[in-house]
């Protein structure tokens, strides 16, 4: 049986070794997916952060240089700053490894880190999303992350599903890029995303907070 983390592994390979257009395009559909999953935890200030990181992930992967209007970009990107000063944001260890996922995102369109350096913490918004019987079962600093991916890949999970999608996503992001020199990003997540698929139900957070 495969594992979950060698799983993950693949579609960092894949989204590593794609040019940085149809990385951007495929960021963008699984972007849209990780907020979707996690949108039970988000205030309303990081809806907001994350749904700017993806427009401008969608205009970045639309333009010739592939880069989104830089002022724009240092404007999101001091934002994103600032969330992680004040440090109040509340949720699940894969919850809070997507608000990083979505800063690096943020500061690869900014020009402060290297492209692709997302490619690594995108899968993890899916595959460690955990179960409330994992958030629970203590002891908390250990659960609250879940599992961890080094487990055996059972299909039937949410987890497993999202993380073959966006394998899926992104082979379909290099398939267009390479015959038509960009992607639909619409078009590739109506391709995968036939049946919607619904992360489990955590139940209300605890008494103590999630962490």
């Known amino acids: 049986m495969a594992r979950l983390l060698d799983l993950e592994m693949r579609v960092v390979r894949r989204l590593d070794g ?7 395009c495929a960021m963008y559909v699984m972007g849209l997916e990780v907020r979707a999953a996690h949108a039970v935890f988000m205030s309303d200030r990081v809806k907001a952060l994350t749904a700017r990181t993806l427009d401008l992930v969608l205009a970045a992967s639309e333009s010739e240089a592939a880069r989104p209007p830089q002022p724009a ?9 600032q969330l992680s000063s004040d440090a109040d944001e509340d949720g699940p260890g894969a919850y809070l490894g997507v608000l990083e996922a979505f800063m690096t995102l943020t500061a ?4 402060h880190v290297r492209r692709h350096s997302a490619s690594d913490m995108i899968t993890g918004g899916v595959a460690e999303y955990p179960t409330r019987e994992e958030l629970l079962a203590g002891p908390r600093l250990v659960q609250v992350a879940g599992p961890g991916t080094d487990v055996d890949a059972n299909e039937d999970t949410f987890n497993v599903k999202m993380v073959r999608n966006f394998e899926a996503v992104a082979a379909l992001a290099g398939e267009h890029y390479g015959k038509h020199g960009k992607c639909d990003p619409a078009q590739i997540r109506a391709i995968v995303f036939t049946e919607p698929t619904t992360p489990p139900d955590l139940g209300p957070p605890p008494p103590e907070g999630w962490l």
């Open 18 to 24: 794609l040019p940085y257009p149809a990385y951007l």
């Open 108 to 111: 690869e369109l900014a020009g």
């Open 73 to 81: 970009a240092d404007i999101l990107m001091k934002d994103w700053d």
